[in-house]
């Protein structure tokens, strides 16, 4: 039986094999799908495991995305220009880095008909998963990106990226239109992100790329306060979506059972 699995670290939160086995099964794939908590000093042996076709193909999360190239013999685009790799496959005895989180960002605000141009755009955090959301956000006409971090130096490194991107201090006051926490801060229920959103305006779109809590504190607080909210299921949902392409060559179906699936 073909394998693939999910790397990362924590790795309990994901849904990612609930969905692939879910699309596996459907699509009648003789394979399985499982989650693998790792360490960085395991990625060496995992490429491996890639190379010699024990493993099929991956998945890498937190917090490896990028870590992950240094093993890697080549990089979609998509992963170049972010430096970020979500989706690993063999192709032909190499190890290809993929990137579909930039897709399933781009796809996930389709799906919530809001209208990116000319909107100000605030990201917390600057990890494994902002480079993908910038790229994207990049391609559609927003006004302008600002990114603030707790550790400023990894907001210079997005900079470096992404030239036209706005970088602010941790705690800094900034108007925004819609506002993504791309932080880990949720992944733990009671979490809270200690900002102050009292004198940002009305009708602001809170975006938490977290999934699982559905509801997190952020999302929460803004929804109380009557602001537009969406978690990162979609987001996920698509990502996935991709890589599955990737993998079987075969686009498996996004629908109601899907969505009430995770
Ligand atoms: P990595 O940073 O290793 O890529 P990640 O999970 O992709 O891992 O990113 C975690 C993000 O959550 C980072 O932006 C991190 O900020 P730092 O760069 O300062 O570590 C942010 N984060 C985590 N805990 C936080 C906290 N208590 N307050 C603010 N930001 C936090």
Redesign the pocket.
């Known amino acids: 039986m073909k394998k693939y699995i999910v790397i990362g670290n924590p790795i309990d939160h994901s849904l990612s094999p609930k969905l692939h086995n879910y699309w596996l099964k459907k699509n009648n794939i003789y394979a399985e799908y499982d989650k693998s908590l790792i360490q960085k000093s395991d990625l060496s042996n995992i490429i491996k495991s890639i190379k010699n076709k024990d493993v099929e193909g991956a998945n890498v999360t ?2 490896f ?2 870590e992950i190239i240094n093993y890697l013999d080549e990089l979609s685009p998509e992963a170049n220009n972010t430096k970020s790799v979500n989706t690993l496959l063999n192709e032909n005895g190499k190890v290809i880095g993929h990137n579909t989180d930039i897709a399933g960002f781009e796809l996930a605000i389709r799906h919530t008909k809001y209208d990116l141009s000319n909107k100000k755009i605030l990201i ?7 480079s993908s959301v910038i790229c994207a956000l990049n391609k559609s006409r927003v006004k302008k990106i600002t990114v603030m ?3 400023f130096s ?1 907001a210079e490194t997005l900079k470096e990226l992404f030239q036209n991107i706005e970088i602010i201090k ?1 705690g800094s006051a900034v108007p925004f239109d819609m506002i993504i926490n ?4 949720g992944l733990n229920e009671k979490d809270q ?2 900002l102050n959103f009292e004198n940002i305006g009305e009708n602001k779109f809170f975006y938490d790329i977290i999934y699982n809590p559905r509801q997190t504190n952020f999302l929460k607080n803004a929804k109380k306060n009557f602001h537009k909210t969406e978690n990162g299921k979609m987001m996920f949902i698509y990502q996935a979506h991709q890589a599955f392409t990737i993998w079987h060559k075969i686009m498996p179906k996004i629908n109601k059972e899907v969505i009430d699936l995770i």
Do not use: D, E, Q, Y
């Not at 917390?124 to 902002?130: I, N, P, R, S």
């Open positions: 937190v917090p995305k990028s917390l955090g600057a990890g494994g998963v902002v971090n707790r550790t990894k941790w791309a932080t880990s801060l992100i200690n």
